[in-house]
């Protein structure tokens, strides 16, 4: 069987078996969050998880998801001259898959998302966690990955890429007539290493 894969039926077995209350309530806290962010740095996944749940978020906990094969674990330019220490992750498919079939909804990353996509959307997830913003997730994503629509009925937009009045264009093309706000997400942009890819679950320490 392939090492990164792992069936519905073992995610039962994990969830309804094999985990411990303690443990399927704190990984499933940090799969609750990237079911509504997409993809988060280490630094923001803790950030929210202490804000949300009121307690540390234990990182035993985030590598069990990881070797369970329940979380894409990605590192900046992996096994590159130019790798760094830095971490994103991200649901894997298996789990979105048992997330729909729960009722759960969910944002999901597009498979066409490279670096310069996966860094605009941690980039609005930065912004969006200093703003108190959160992700709209009923609505459909963007296909360039050039603005957001949350919940707090703000677009957040990136205006190198799309313009307001081009997103009024779009939203009108999608008849949707909810009164908007426009802010510029104008941040320091988050990278995402041109060869970052995910680790195999079986080499996570």
Known sequence: MNSRIITQNELDVLFYEEFTQFQLQHVFNI???LSQYMLLTTDMLIYLYEKQYNEKMGLSYLKRS?????IIKYQY???EATEKKIF????KSSTFLYLKQNRIS?????????YEEKSRILTFNKYAIQKGYTLNINMPLDTE???FVTNQ???CYFPNYITEREIRNELRKKRIEIEFGFEVISILRVEVGRYTRAINPKDVD
Do not use: H, Q
């Open 31 to 33: 799969i609750f969050l």
């Open 66 to 70: 990881v070797k369970e094969k329940l």
């Open 145 to 147: 990955i050039s603005y």
């Open 88 to 91: 994103y992750y991200a649901l």
């Open 77 to 79: 330019d992996l096994d």
């Open 106 to 114: 969910f944002a999901k990353i597009p498979p066409y998302c490279a």
């Open 153 to 155: 009925n703000v677009i």
